[in-house]
């Protein structure tokens, strides 16, 4: 008897709370704050490079693995950089074996925000 009067009544309070907290959450605007740390992916309209880079590209750019040219490193990219961003891109999109893997590993990444990473990363622009 305990037992089944307790499994009835948890899931209750469980859904009263996430209503509760929902309706809460819902009356902050949304928008006005966004801008830097929004998660919500449809939200973040602008494509941002430094977002992209920290997820996908630090693992290897950041330390400079197998000679992945480091974030802000600018003679390593100098020669990268006369040949321009959108070689860049080209290369990146591909990978360069063995060591660059095709897109950066980001396979959901579109071409806009792998060239925003590699802006931020290279210094371009
Ligand atoms: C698994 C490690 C790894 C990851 C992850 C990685 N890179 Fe690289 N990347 C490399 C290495 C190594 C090179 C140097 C390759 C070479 O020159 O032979 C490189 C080179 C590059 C270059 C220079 C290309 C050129 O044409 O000279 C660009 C641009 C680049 N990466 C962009 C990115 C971006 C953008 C991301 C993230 C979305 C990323 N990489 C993630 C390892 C990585």
Redesign the pocket.
Known sequence: MNTLNGSLKSPFIVLLLTVGLYGCGESAPPSSTADSTGTGVEEVAEVDGAK??GQ??F???GPG?????KLGDSEAWAP?LAKGVE??LK??IEG?PP???P????MA?SDEE?RA??VH??GAE
Do not use: K
């Open positions: 992209i880079y996908f590209c693992s290897c750019h693995l197998n000679g992945a040219p990268r070689l860049m290369t990146t360069i060591a660059m893997p897109r950066g590993l980001c990444c792998l990473a590699i990363m290279s």
